[in-house]
Every structure is written in structure tokens, then in C-alpha cells.
């Protein structure tokens, strides 16, 4: 298990990154796909509130997938994504996409041609195909891993590699809650899974997709 750190308030690190007083020091994250040839890893800054900054790569290397994906993640103090960043690249092209919520809840969406609104049925959550890290946005949000609790969400859905957005609905229960580790189940159309998930809210293990290494 990884494990995070308080800062001191106020801090300015190294980097010229300046911490609030309920940040904790940034840590890196890597999981390992179970049946493909997959490897997500993410720098990650949480804090003691819902607030999480991530910056990560997703790989994929298997004889029907070859991509590459970066991305930049920014969630408020609420638990509300505000910004997505995604580059993806395959060999025969690169896209890119930037998804920001506004203040009155809509989404502006640029793929690089300049930004469309959405409303995506008011989703504050997104959901990035194949990167485990967005699972724990609303279980985090909504403190899954600590008390029950089920809930249905909107949500924004971004495919990998083509960077396809639409809306989608999916539930998130919490099945236990344990000190090290609790499990929430996850459905979405026909798939359903158990995820398990450490005291962050971060996936531990999701069976079929990754594991944590």
C-alpha cells in the first residue's frame, strides 16, 4: 500500500508547486493490466478534502490494441471533475481533447476545432476507458469505501484511443468497508465487477481490467 504524508501549510516544493494546508505529498501509481498487455501510471497530489490533481500514461500494447494515452485530471474541493486533458497516439494518428465544466454545470468539449456545450445530463464525474484512476473520482466523492451506499450517476465517458465523449449511466455500491481494504461494485450497462479499493478510494484490484503493482 502506498501511503501519504502532510505537509507543512503553505509549503512551495522544489517544482515551484505551492500546497494548501490539507495537501499531502504527491505519490506515483502503477497498475497492470490482468488480461492485456496494458500499463497505467499516474503522479498523483490528494488531499484530506476530495481534491485530487493526477497527471498519467495509459499503454497499451496487445494485437488488438497499440496506443499510447496521456492525461491531466483536476477535481474541486466538492469532488466535481473541472478539467480533463487527453492526448492519445496510434500509428497512424495523434488526437487530442480537453472536456471543462463551467460554473453553471455545463461541459465545453474541444477536440481541437474549437469547443462545443454539453450538459451530459449534469454528470460531474467522467469515466476514461481502460484507466482505472476515474473509478475512484466518484467513490471518493461520494465516500463509498468509508460508510454504504449506492448510488446512480451520470457520467462522461471518454473511449481510448479514438477520444469518443458521450454521457452514460453508472451505479456504484458499496458491497464492504474494511481498514485496508473495501469493495465497491461497479455496473454499467451489462458489466458489472467488484472493485477493491485502499482507504484513498484508489483501486487496489479490479478483476478482468488491473491490478495495483
Avoid at 494548501?20 to 497492470?32: C, D, I, L, N, V
Avoid at 454539453?118 to 460531474?124: G, I, P, V, Y
Amino acid at each position: 500500500m502506498n501511503s501519504f504524508n502532510a505537509t507543512d501549510a503553505g509549503r512551495v516544493t522544489s517544482t515551484g508547486e505551492t500546497r494548501s494546508p490539507s495537501a499531502r505529498r504527491p505519490e506515483m501509481f502503477t497498475w497492470q493490466g490482468i488480461h492485456e498487455p496494458r500499463l497505467e501510471q499516474v503522479r498523483l497530489l490528494l488531499s484530506s478534502d476530495q481534491r485530487l490533481r493526477a497527471s498519467g500514461r495509459l499503454v497499451a500494447a496487445g494485437p488488438e490494441e497499440q496506443f499510447n494515452a496521456s492525461f491531466e485530471v483536476s477535481v474541486g474541493e466538492s469532488g466535481q471533475v473541472n478539467r480533463l486533458l487527453l492526448r492519445t497516439a496510434t500509428v497512424l494518428e495523434e488526437r487530442q481533447c480537453s472536456l471543462s465544466r463551467t460554473e453553471d454545470g455545463a461541459w465545453l468539449v474541444d477536440h481541437g476545432q474549437g469547443s462545443k456545450r454539453e450538459t451530459f445530463n449534469d454528470a460531474l464525474d467522467v469515466d476514461v476507458q481502460f484507466a482505472v484512476l476515474f473509478n475512484a473520482i466518484p467513490i471518493r466523492r461520494l465516500g463509498l469505501h468509508r460508510e454504504p451506499g449506492e448510488h446512480a450517476l451520470p457520467v462522461v465517458r471518454v473511449s481510448l484511443p479514438d477520444l469518443a465523449v458521450k454521457a452514460v449511466t453508472q451505479t456504484y455500491k458499496t458491497v464492504s468497508v474494511g481498514d485496508e481494504v473495501s469493495v465497491v461494485r461497479f455496473k454499467s450497462g451489462g458489466f458489472e465487477q467488484n472493485i477493491k479499493v485502499d482507504p484513498n478510494g484508489l483501486v487496489v484490484e479490479y478483476p478482468l481490467i488491473s491490478k495495483r503493482i
